[in-house]
């Protein structure tokens, strides 16, 4: 099991991660949704609890599993829809700005 941790640790992209388990994937698709992903996989290993499998077969299936789960979510939908980030989950994908708080960051005008 020391062997696929110390590989996991090496990964550091959504593609080396999606190279390393054999998934196909779309770069598009990866280009907008990289991080998603990724914080979506974890999510995903947590609720399987992953974590506490012992078996390097099985823990590198139930990985490829999850990632292959957490990639077509993004493929059918976009991350405002999919809520993995907070900001997301608070505001909808959208920040509110008021028109005074806009305003009040106008330089001042001197008048003669």
Avoid: W
Avoid at 45 to 66: G, H, K, P, S, V
């Amino acid at each position: 099991m020391e062997a696929f941790l110390k590989q996991l640790k090496a990964l550091s992209s959504a593609e080396d991660f999606l190279q390393y388990f054999g998934v196909p994937f779309d770069q598009q698709v990866v280009n907008v949704s990289r991080l998603h992903i990724l914080k979506r996989l974890f999510q995903y290993i947590r609720q399987e609890n992953l974590l506490a499998m012992t078996d390097e077969i099985q823990l590198f299936t139930q990985y490829r599993e999850q990632l292959v789960k957490a990639y077509a979510d993004f493929v059918s939908s976009t991350p405002a829809q999919e809520k993995v980030f907070k900001v997301f989950q608070d505001t909808e994908g959208r920040q509110h700005v008021s028109l005074d708080s806009l305003k009040a960051t106008l330089p001042r005008h001197a008048t003669a």
